[in-house]
């Protein structure tokens, strides 16, 4: 089972593509986001979003899940 991630700025996409998990650096400590996770919208804080096998580090950002699709818009 894949989730598909979406990571981008206000000016470039970084990264799409099929994954098996994004893990990202929240307000309340890091966490994991898995293939049909429930809906949610969180705030993210300095740290590395994990997708892919890739690290992309960021300042802030915010992440949006919904049907199977985690959108992450950041600030690098």
């Known amino acids: 089972m894949f989730l598909e991630a979406l990571i981008l700025t206000p000016r470039e996409v970084i990264f799409q593509d099929k994954v098996r998990n994004v893990i990202l650096p929240g307000e309340k400590g890091?966490?994991?986001i898995l293939p049909y996770h429930k809906s949610i919208v969180s705030r993210l804080i300095k740290g590395k979003v994990i997708a892919g096998g890739k690290e992309f580090p960021i300042k802030r950002g915010i992440v949006k899940v919904e049907?199977?699709?985690?959108?992450?818009?950041?600030?690098r």
């Open 30 to 32: 890091v966490f994991e």
């Open 67 to 75: 049907a199977n699709k985690a959108t992450i818009i950041v600030e």
